[in-house]
């Protein structure tokens, strides 16, 4: 697959050994969430070497805003297919995932034999200060590329208030956006050239392909054992990948009340410490459907069955990401030659400036705070002052040093600060 590069001309793909390569190493760095994961793809792809352009990133970045599942690992995948076509989406997809979903697994297994895990605990103590600083950093830079007028600006700060102080759906604030966007663009013209137009039977084509792959195996799953447990998930965390509009925390309430109180397969601080864990490993957030797998298995059958859970798990989660971007992806140009769609994507581009916002505070404040309470059932997050971590404080200061004045490569930021957090555990005799 080519790219074009208004200056330069057509843009030979890249090898596949960089392709692998690049979104290796994103896949490894990806912690924090999706706030820290799309700057760092940002910083990969757009800043570092000329894949994707501004533009290109905040379209692509709107329109996985758009889709059910986890947006990060979609954009990721985008990315790869945008620069070496339906291999690179696989590469850029799967390399997103994958360094994860083999930490949790190990952290579930030790989990599930032994409890919570402290040592993991301290470490990445660290490495979560450390995101806070990414994030802030990540943060200035997209505002400054996405709001360009004032209209961006007031729909970044109502997004952000909307989800921070009123709790309003995720969904409504994409939709509002969008028609405020849409409505602000009538009677305009597109001022780029037409995009190709992508024939319907290739999209059907994708759809079918994709389906398959994903709902033939739990279709099989049930015929083998109807009312089995790997049956049961399969279908559970199918229906969660189709509704996880917003990320993971979007779910989290309705996930937990369907995991601890109708199926019984964790307990509430089980859940609780699914998330933690979650929160501190690379790749997505959602990938505490996984840990929820296996403990569901080993807890009813042994690490075999547990492992067959997680597996089941990851497949039904993550297929249908695939089959979303893989049939959607090359409408995105399209969408940018039509005035009213276009300008709903960069109404939803402003937005997703208050969504990040809200995330990096809502991740920040429970970092730093050992307490941290809402007002009303959609209020206001406020941390309890009293419960000021300082170590978290501590540890944050010296990640921005290490990051903003020292400007060292996060290949060597996380492992320092992961050592930094697992020697103040320990000064301050913490378990």
Not at 159 to 170: D, E, I, K, S
Not at 321 to 346: K, M, N, S
Request: glycine share 10%; with cysteine; aromatic share 10%.
């Amino acid at each position: 697959m080519t790219d074009t590069d208004a200056a330069t001309g057509p843009r030979a793909a890249p090898e596949t050994g960089e392709v692998f390569r690049v979104f290796g190493r994103i896949g490894l760095l990806s912690f924090g969430g999706p706030a820290a994961q799309i700057a760092l793809m940002h910083r990969e792809l757009v800043e570092a070497r000329p894949w994707l352009t501004e533009k290109q990133f905040l379209q692509a970045l709107s329109f996985c805003m758009l889709l059910p599942g986890p947006e990060a690992m979609q954009l990721a995948t985008y990315a790869g297919w945008r620069v070496a076509g339906v291999k690179g989406g696989l590469i850029g997809g799967l390399l997103f995932v994958i360094p994860g979903a083999l930490v949790i697994l190990a952290l579930a297994s030790l989990y599930a034999a032994y409890g919570s895990v402290p040592l993991a605990q301290a470490l990445f103590l660290g490495i979560k200060a450390t995101v806070i600083v990414i994030v802030a950093q990540a943060l200035l830079r997209v505002s400054r590329r996405a709001l360009n007028r004032p209209l961006a600006w007031a729909l970044a700060a109502g997004a952000f208030l909307g989800l921070f102080v009123f709790g309003l759906p995720f969904p409504l604030i994409v939709l509002a956006a969008a028609l405020v966007g849409a409505v602000a663009a009538a009677g305009g013209a597109a001022d780029i050239a037409p995009a190709p137009r992508v024939a319907t039977r290739d999209t059907a084509r994708t759809v079918a392909l994709w389906g398959a792959i994903w709902l033939l195996p739990l279709a099989a799953l049930w015929l083998a054992a109807p009312g089995g447990l790997l049956a049961e998930v399969g279908l559970f965390f199918s229906k969660l990948a189709v509704v996880t509009f917003g990320g993971a925390y979007a779910v989290l309430a309705w996930m937990v009340q369907e995991v601890v109180q109708d199926f019984g397969w964790l307990t509430t601080a089980q859940m609780m410490d699914a998330l933690g864990l979650a929160e501190t490993t690379p790749g997505p957030l959602i990938l505490v459907t996984e840990f929820v797998g296996f403990l569901a298995g080993a807890q009813a059958g042994g690490f075999w069955l547990g492992l067959a859970a997680a597996a089941v798990t990851l497949w039904v989660t993550f297929a249908p990401c695939f089959l979303w971007i893989f049939a959607g992806a090359p409408y995105v140009e399209w969408i940018a030659t039509r005035p009213r769609l276009q300008g709903a994507l960069d109404a939803i581009t402003a937005a997703v400036v208050g969504v990040i916002a809200n995330l990096s505070l809502w991740f920040a404040l429970h970092v730093l705070f050992g307490e941290v309470v809402r007002m009303g059932e959609a209020g206001l997050w406020l941390p309890v002052p009293a419960t000021v971590d300082p170590g978290a404080l501590l540890l944050t200061i010296l990640a921005g040093g290490l990051i903003f004045w020292r400007r060292l490569d996060l290949l060597l930021v996380l492992p320092l600060m992961a050592l930094a957090g697992l020697a103040w555990s320990y000064a301050a005799g913490l378990p």
